[in-house]
């Protein structure tokens, strides 16, 4: 029905960058929010950043000034540049998406009206010292 498909992960060293990005397609009739999460060995899953429709950004404090997202609308695709990696930074990401269907003639916005989530498989960073 959606599928997010991920790209751009790797291996790295400190210091180096990279740009993860996430397409999403399918039955959709609007995109709420998109956002990447990561999850560690070990660890919880835990937000990196998120934008919203209207543009606006949320990012983990431990990113900051570090990670941008962006968003084209038009591809529906999400980016997350991440620069000045650290090993702390390694973890799987997963992609994320709230939105609308299409349903019919018109769209589901999801139990409560809060859209439906989709998540995408993940793709691996790693970072080495």
């Known amino acids: 029905q959606v599928q997010l498909v991920e790209s751009g992960g790797g291996l790295v060293q400190a210091g180096e960058s990279l740009r993860l990005s996430c397409a999403a397609s399918?039955?959709?009739?609007?995109?709420?929010?998109m956002g990447w999460y990561r999850q560690a060995p070990g660890k919880q899953r835990e937000l990196v950043a998120a934008?919203?429709?209207?543009?606006?950004?949320n990012y983990a404090d431990s990113v900051k000034g570090r990670f941008t997202i962006s968003r084209d609308n038009a591809k529906n695709t999400v980016y997350l540049q991440m620069n000045s990696l650290k090993p702390e930074d390694t973890a799987v990401y997963y992609c994320?998406?709230?939105?609308?269907?299409?349903?019919?003639?018109?769209?589901?916005?999801?139990?409560?009206?809060?859209?439906?989530?989709?998540w995408g498989k993940g793709t691996l960073v790693t970072v080495t010292s």
């Open positions: 399918g039955s959709i009739f609007s995109i709420n929010a």
């Open positions: 934008i919203t429709s209207g543009g606006q950004t």
């Open positions: 994320h998406a709230n939105l609308d269907l299409l349903s019919g003639s018109g769209y589901y916005t999801g139990t409560g009206g809060y859209g439906v989530d989709y």
